[in-house]
């Protein structure tokens, strides 16, 4: 499949950062020139939705909820890339996205991830620590699943737990990503780490659009866990042009 497909971010214990990997993945992505769609299966922390500038109509529990296909809620990021990317945030009261918790809710969520397949050339899901239905339907129709770890003792033992709940499903953790990680990361089993930003405001991501340290680490990230080849300038060859 070469990385392409449903690629579910599964953060393993809240806090690891998840949503804001997942929109610098679609960014990197993007300016690489792919379409990509960024699905929020968080519904309970709607993170994804701070990254819409402006109201938001039919969100991705009202889609699930009423039997809508999840393009009735993409918005699109409108960035400065080549590529495309559109999400489809979660922002609902508590009596729509407790709706949308549903097994029947979940089933739809997993063929609408499948339909966006088709249409997009990746399909980035932002996934919670599994322990509800959207979540578990998220692992389970996903081509790929990155584990997202923050780079700590708590994120290494979380991993295991991780790694043991997604067995229970018959799933598994493909790759894993280490977050907030310096020269040296903790975490061991990560097939990739990324720095902390310099932004880290959510509602002001994605920076990866354009060439810095932090983007070429995400790059390199999405190279290590999506199993793709990008072509992409990196900081220090921008540098070099501009000399």
């Known amino acids: 499949m070469n990385g392409e497909g449903v690629c579910a971010l599964v953060g393993v214990v809240g806090g690891a950062g998840t949503t804001r990997l997942t929109l610098e993945y679609g960014a990197t992505l993007a300016r690489d020139g792919r379409s990509v769609a960024v699905v929020d299966t968080a519904y309970a922390t709607q993170g994804l939705s701070t990254a ?13 909820t009423e039997q809508r296909p999840l393009a009735d809620a993409a918005v699109d990021l409108d960035l400065d890339v080549p590529g495309r990317v559109v999400v489809a945030p979660a922002r ?5 996205f407790s709706r949308a918790m549903t097994s029947a809710c979940a089933r739809r969520l997993a063929e609408g991830l499948a339909t966006a397949a088709r ?18 339907a998220a692992v389970t129709a996903a081509d790929r699943v ?6 700590s003792q708590r994120g290494a033992d979380a991993l295991v737990r991780t ?34 930003s310099e932004t880290t405001s959510l509602p002001d991501a994605p920076v990866a659009v354009e060439p810095s340290e932090f983007a070429t680490a995400v790059g390199a990230a999405v190279t290590a866990t999506l199993d793709v080849d990008l072509d992409l300038e990196t900081a220090s060859s921008s540098l070099l042009d501009y000399f």
């Open 163 to 196: 790694r043991d709940r997604l067995a229970d499903i018959d799933a598994a953790v493909d790759a894993v990503v280490a977050t907030e990680a310096e020269d040296k990361p903790l975490v061991e089993a990560a097939d990739a780490t990324v720095p902390t």
């Open 119 to 136: 249409e997009y050339d990746h399909v980035l899901v932002d996934v919670a620590p599994v322990a509800t239905n959207p979540t578990v």
């Open 52 to 64: 819409v500038s402006g109201p938001i109509g039919t969100d991705v529990t009202a889609a699930v």
């Open 146 to 151: 990155v584990a997202v770890v923050p780079d």
């Open 92 to 96: 609902a009261p508590f009596e729509r």
